[in-house]
């Protein structure tokens, strides 16, 4: 996609550090980081959000996060990793690319990334 942050960064035309590549994904290190270690992981293709990747890249992104988030926490010596995702405006996707942060997690870090607000 021609305006995609995301996209220009998989065809390496914007700048990013990249931390760690498959076929199909990158990880990178966000712009704001909330913790150390925090890294986003995007597919190389363009998806928009949840309802519009399918299976298989979803699959495969799965995987991906679970290689990235290992060698996070190993290298960064976390004792946890949070996976957090957001689709739609709404829900505060800030860029229309579909991605996963990866946030690892240490004690007494005092970051609180749950949700709050009960029904």
Same mark, same amino acid.
Request: hydrophobic content about 45%.
């Given at each position: 996609?021609?305006?995609?942050?995301?996209?220009?960064?998989?065809?390496?035309?914007?700048?990013?550090?990249?931390?760690?590549?498959?076929?199909?994904?990158? $990880? #990178?290190?966000? =712009?704001?980081?909330?913790? !150390?270690?925090?890294?986003?992981?995007? /597919?190389?293709? @363009? +998806?928009?959000?949840?309802?519009?990747?399918?299976?298989?890249?979803?699959?495969?992104?799965?995987?991906?996060?679970?290689?990235?988030?290992?060698?996070?926490?190993?290298?960064?010596?976390?004792? $946890? #990793?949070?996976? =957090?995702?957001?689709?739609? !405006?709404?829900?505060?996707?800030?860029? /229309?690319?579909? @991605? +996963?942060?990866?946030?690892?997690?240490?004690?007494?870090?005092?970051?609180?990334?749950?949700?709050?607000?009960?029904?």
């Amino acid at each position: 996609m021609v305006d995609c942050a995301f996209c220009k960064i998989v065809c390496r035309e914007a700048p990013a550090t990249i931390i760690f590549e498959s076929a199909s994904s990158l $990880g #990178i290190v966000p =712009l704001e980081p909330v913790a !150390k270690g925090h890294a986003l992981l995007i /597919p190389k293709e @363009h +998806f928009e959000n949840i309802f519009d990747i399918g299976k298989s890249d979803l699959e495969q992104l799965a995987v991906d996060a679970k290689s990235l988030s290992r060698e996070l926490a190993a290298e960064k010596h976390a004792t $946890g #990793i949070n996976l =957090l995702h957001a689709s739609g !405006k709404d829900a505060q996707q800030s860029v /229309p690319h579909f @991605h +996963f942060h990866i946030v690892p997690r240490y004690p007494d870090d005092g970051l609180d990334l749950w949700i709050k607000n009960r029904l």
